[in-house]
């Protein structure tokens, strides 16, 4: 039996680290998945000019405070996660050359334009299954290839966020199948494309790539604690959420959605868009659709009406279904979608609004977009089986019944450090360590949809999919990813 007493620890526990990108934190289980303890600091982003950048030093000093706020004892093994995506140049000691570029960089978005109508883009895609976007690896190394090249030439590798915790707490040099699946893995071979470094112009830097351990790499702390290396949060996220059956999914409800379905299937034709994520059991993937809509949208909501957060639910059960005709398309963000469609122009329209509508029907249009846009990453990933939700959103219980209407089936909310949870999963299976993956993965709820409202918002999802295609051919008539977001009532 785990019993925690404040800083005192009696029996077997199990670490799990997450390394967020403005969050690091590190909890610990018992043997049936409970959490004992977590431990939590913020690290700062550097954002100017469309460039984001972290501290590296500052994120692993992160990790190293929360490990020891937990401490050793009692601890049989610990799992790494964290960000994916970005470049972290290190050198051959594992220090950084450079400040790390982060996955929200959008200083590579003209090579990403230029290689979509040169055909790279699409011909990246049909290697590897997965779709550029400007803070990926590829855009990223060959934006530094050309704008600042002794950054390379000072560096011994390109890391991913958690490989760079990994070899400054171990000294190993290594990455994962899931981190090197954006964009230069090979899903079938599970090895660095040669031509997707040729299509992107890397062939001369392929040197900077880490190692790709698989099944992952596993040393020690210096404590003398075992580590296991990976996958990154979106992966780890599903292990802790119970999704590894093909045709199951997970949405990830935070600033952005992220839709995730497991299968067994390599389809790399239809639209490029979203990712195909290696797992670490070969001829098993994740389809992911990383979208950039999310609760960013209802934050600029409720900051533009001066509505509080804690109000959202009380809100959201005064105004009916379809919020008395106001209606929101949620692609705010400034670099528009990149699931499950890439449309870098494309930006947010609010409609059917009169000087009868209510915050409460700004709110509700908003909430019932946001679900729209996950049903249609959902349905692009192939949904087939059963759908856990988990991320900040499912802290709203009417958001979360308003999601299962949208999307017409039960959704089983999993709460708590889902990333970190799968991060221990996924080390106790590759130490041999076998967790009982049912307690570790139960839902802290399932909530079922209405059959009323469900058939409603079928029609509602039908309407939503129609003005997204006129909206979409709006954008590419528009011109230029600058332009602002546009407002039409009526």
């Not at 700004?362 to 729209?372: N, T």
Request: glycine share 12%.
């Amino acid at each position: 039996m785990t019993r925690y007493t404040g800083t005192t620890y009696v029996g077997t526990r199990y670490v799990g680290i997450d390394v967020g990108t403005s969050l690091v934190k590190a909890a610990a289980f018992d043997e049936h998945g409970r959490t004992l303890a977590v431990e939590s600091r913020p690290v700062g982003l550097d954002i100017h000019d469309g460039h984001v950048e972290q501290d590296m030093d500052e994120v692993y000093g992160a990790v190293v405070e929360v490990l020891d706020a937990l401490g050793p004892d009692g601890v049989a093994f610990t799992g790494l996660t964290g960000q994916g995506d970005g470049v972290w140049l290190v050198d051959a000691a594992g220090r950084p050359v450079r400040r790390a570029i982060s996955w929200m960089d959008g200083r590579a978005h003209e090579l990403v334009d230029d290689w979509l109508v040169s055909g790279a883009f699409e011909e990246v895609y049909r290697r590897t299954g997965s779709a550029m976007f400007p803070g990926c690896p590829g855009p990223v190394l060959a934006w530094l290839d050309r704008c600042e090249p002794d950054s390379l030439d000072a560096a011994a590798t390109a890391l991913y966020c958690k490989d760079m915790v990994f070899q400054r707490l171990t000294g190993v040099r290594a990455t994962d199948v899931s981190d090197a699946s954006m964009p230069f893995l090979d899903p079938v071979t599970r090895a660095y494309s040669p031509e997707v470094l040729a299509a992107l112009g890397l062939s001369h830097r392929a040197g900077l790539l880490p190692p790709v351990s698989d099944p992952v790499a596993t040393a020690r702390l210096p404590s003398g604690v075992r580590v296991s290396n990976g996958p990154y949060d979106l992966p780890a996220a599903a292990l802790g959420a119970g999704v590894t059956r093909p045709g199951d999914g997970l949405l990830i409800v935070g600033t952005c959605l992220a839709a995730l379905v497991a299968t067994d299937r390599l389809d790399l034709t239809g639209e490029p868009a979203g990712l195909h994520i290696s797992t670490d059991r070969p001829g098993h993937w994740l389809r992911a659709m990383p979208a950039m809509v999310g609760t960013a949208a209802l934050d600029w909501v409720l900051h533009t009406t001066g509505v509080r957060l804690q109000q959202v639910d009380a809100l959201l059960e005064t105004t009916p279904p379809g919020a008395h005709g106001v209606r929101v398309l949620p692609y705010f963000a400034p670099s528009g979608e990149r699931a499950p469609f890439v449309e870098p122009r494309l930006r947010a329209e609010l409609t059917g609004v009169t000087l009868e509508s209510t915050p409460a029907d700004l709110i509700r249009a908003v909430c019932e977009g946001i679900a729209f846009a996950a049903r249609h990453c959902l349905e692009a990933a192939g949904l087939t089986g059963t759908l856990a939700l988990c991320g900040g959103g499912t802290r709203s219980p009417a958001w979360m019944r308003l999601f299962a209407d949208v999307l017409g089936r039960p959704v089983r909310i999993v709460e708590g450090e889902v990333g970190a949870r799968g991060a221990v999963l996924a080390a106790g299976a590759r130490f041999g360590v076998e967790l009982d993956t049912a307690s570790w993965t139960a839902p802290a709820s399932v909530v079922t949809p209405d059959a009323r409202r469900a058939a409603f918002y079928a029609k509602a999802y039908e309407d939503h999919l129609a003005r997204l295609a006129e909206a979409r051919t709006h954008a590419r008539a528009d011109g230029g990813p600058g332009a602002r977001t546009r407002t039409r009532t009526g």
